[in-house]
């Protein structure tokens, strides 16, 4: 029995209202890079939907860039840690690691020998550095500032010229190696955001919160002009971008806009529209090769273009926050996978191409708890919310009648047949025939946690905290407590019928899997062990032989019915993060999903 990665679809960026993100590009032009949590995710930028993820940082990954020879990438995190590690190999080997400041690092940039690496960002007794890459040891002093700076770059050609950029509005040019301080910047009138200098290195542009562009000297720091004379944007600048030949840059700006700038006549000669919600404000941007790409604050991914500046190429869609749940579902044949998140955003993904989208119209406004898929093509989801939404699977949108309001928060859902939906709430038990509660269970002298419809319909199981499986008897539109629970070895964190309903499997707090054979009364048929930690979640293979689980040991086990000690291993399927949800799309791939907002497909051979 074997496992191997089939597909990582990949997390969005991280956002954070009102700060910039840094996109780094590779050197050969083929990929681009962004952080999300502790992650740093390398997508190819000709197809996105091919991405490999670096996942050794022990805190939030804040910024990393390539080399300028493309064999390395410097990733920093929050507490000033960086981190520089191979590129050519899959296991991304660790060079070098150095804590050049003591808090968290904004910006990172290179010589174009790829042998100085100067960082800035926020510290106590300094907040920026310039270092030897393999030694560590200082190559100047990059004091001056008084405020957190949030942007460095270094002219790729010598002499040497290093910029930054601050909170305190201004920037300071320095010459080197070793790097002195020359002069202040003083152009801007509030936070100075992002600086960068030309490939060529004949210019750099500074971008500020005051809506401002200035374009300097690369080798002498004299200001050259301003760009769209008395502002560029109509909101604040969070990052510039300059094309290839050093002609032009973008620039993205909290106005919903990217500007196509021609910097010798100093005018935008392109608009892009990005949106205009709030989440559409752009907060990065990287112009690599022919690829014009941009970051909104909902973290998407849009590719411009500029023959059409009011409607991107693609936009590059996904989760930027923890996945909380999964399920499969084909359609026309094709099997989609469907992953709800932290923030209430459901995401459904081609399983083949990782081609991806999301509902439209109005969903769920807090953490998706659990999604299953009912026999009308309806995705039933329950959410922090307090609602469950029925989501019709073909048309792909929200609709505003087909939510049931809940007295208390739902945890879990099920459905069975005959349009029967089994919601699990907090003290509460609730069965809804098409689409409208029917029954209502309170007072339960227990707490339930989750709840299954036998897929006969005629048993709803419910698993308790007392470490009890309590089953109710399904009789029209009532459910009847048939005075029988089923003991496991603790509180139960999941449970779920095979989906032929021989068998009922169950999970606990203490570490155990319980797979019980319904038609002989409930009696045990096997137990399982091997978590490290509480598991969380668990999913039936369709081959009815096999069932997955996922727990907070980061392990995921796939375990065979008729031999306890016949079982599949996958150590570090979310590196650092918890599993979240399992599905299987066939009875030899199998979606994980975790706090690191990614899904993973993996190839299981029997």
């Known amino acids: 029995m074997t496992c191997e990665l089939k597909h990582v679809f990949a997390s969005l960026p991280q956002m954070e209202r009102g700060v910039a993100k840094v996109i780094g590009g590779d050197p050969k032009g083929k990929n681009f890079l962004y952080t999300n949590g502790k992650c740093v995710i390398i997508r190819n930028i000709d197809n996105p939907a091919i991405a490999d993820i670096y996942t050794e940082h022990a805190h939030t990954v804040t910024v990393a860039k390539y080399t300028p020879s493309g064999f390395y990438i410097a990733s920093g995190d929050v507490t000033g840690k960086i981190r520089i590690w191979d590129t050519t190999q899959k296991e991304h080997i660790l060079k070098y690691e150095y804590t050049p400041i003591s808090g968290k690092i904004k910006d990172i940039a290179w010589t174009e020998d790829s042998k100085r690496i100067a960082v800035a960002g926020e510290g106590r007794e300094k907040f920026a550095a310039v270092l030897l890459w393999d030694s560590g040891s200082s190559v100047g002093d990059l004091a001056g500032h008084s405020k957190i700076i949030n942007s460095v770059d270094i ?24 790097f002195k301080f020359k002069f202040t910047l003083r152009d801007h009138g509030q936070f100075v955001n992002c600086v960068r200098f030309s490939p060529d290195g004949s210019r750099f542009a500074t971008a500020g919160a005051d809506s401002q562009i200035f374009i300097y000297d690369g080798a002498t720091g004299e200001r050259i002009s301003s760009l769209g004379g008395e502002k560029a944007h109509k909101g604040g600048i969070y990052a510039v971008s300059w094309s290839p030949d050093s002609s032009q840059l973008i620039s993205a700006s909290g ?55 009011d409607r991107p190429i693609r936009t590059v869609k996904g989760h930027s926050k923890s996945i909380q749940c999964v399920t499969v579902h084909k359609s026309e044949g094709r099997p989609y996978i469907y992953s709800g998140s932290h923030d209430g955003h459901i995401n459904y993904w081609d399983a083949e191409t990782g081609e991806n989208d999301c509902f439209s119209g109005k969903g769920h406004s807090n953490l998706v708890s659990k999604m299953v898929v009912d026999k009308d093509n309806e995705l039933v989801s329950s959410s922090m919310d307090d609602t469950l939404r029925y989501t019709n699977m ?50 339960l002298d227990y707490k339930p946690e989750v709840g299954a419809i036998h897929p006969g319909g005629s048993t709803a199981a419910v698993g308790g905290s007392d470490g009890k499986v309590h089953l109710y008897s399904v009789q029209g539109n009532t459910l009847k407590d048939v005075d029988k629970t089923v003991d496991v070895k603790g509180p139960i964190t999941d449970l779920a019928y095979s989906n032929d309903g021989a068998y009922l499997a169950v999970i606990d707090e203490r570490k155990a899997a319980t797979v019980f054979t319904v038609a002989d009364d409930y009696a045990v048929k096997a137990d ?10 668990l999913a039936w293979s369709p081959d009815n032989e096999h069932f997955a689980t996922g727990g907070m040991d980061m392990m995921v086990f796939i375990w065979t019915v008729s031999d306890s000690d016949n079982r599949i291993k996958l150590p570090d399927a979310h590196r650092l993060h918890h599993v979240t949800g399992l599905a299987w799309v066939d009875e030899h791939t199998l979606v994980t999903t975790s706090h690191d907002a990614c899904v993973k497909q993996w190839t299981i051979q029997f």
């Open 155 to 178: 002219r790729q050609k010598r002499p040497y010229r290093l910029v930054l950029a601050s909170d305190d509005t201004t920037g300071s040019f320095f010459e080197g190696p070793p």
């Open 255 to 309: 106005d919903k806009t990217v500007k196509l700038w021609d910097v010798g006549a100093g005018t935008a000669v392109t608009t892009f529209n990005v949106g205009s919600d709030v989440t559409d404000q752009q907060l990065g941007c990287l112009w690599q090769n022919d690829h014009l790409l941009s970051i909104s604050l909902s973290g998407y991914i849009n590719y411009l273009d500029k023959n059409n500046p």
């Open 394 to 443: 073909d048309k792909k949108e929200y609709s505003a009648s087909d939510v049931v309001k809940m007295d208390v928060q739902p945890k879990s859902v099920s459905v069975g047949a005959g349009g029967l939906s089994l919601a699990v709430c907090i003290d509460q038990i609730v069965l809804l025939k098409d689409k409208k509660k029917v029954f209502t269970l309170d007072s």
């Open 528 to 537: 399982f062990y091997g978590h490290h930690a509480k598991p969380v979640i």
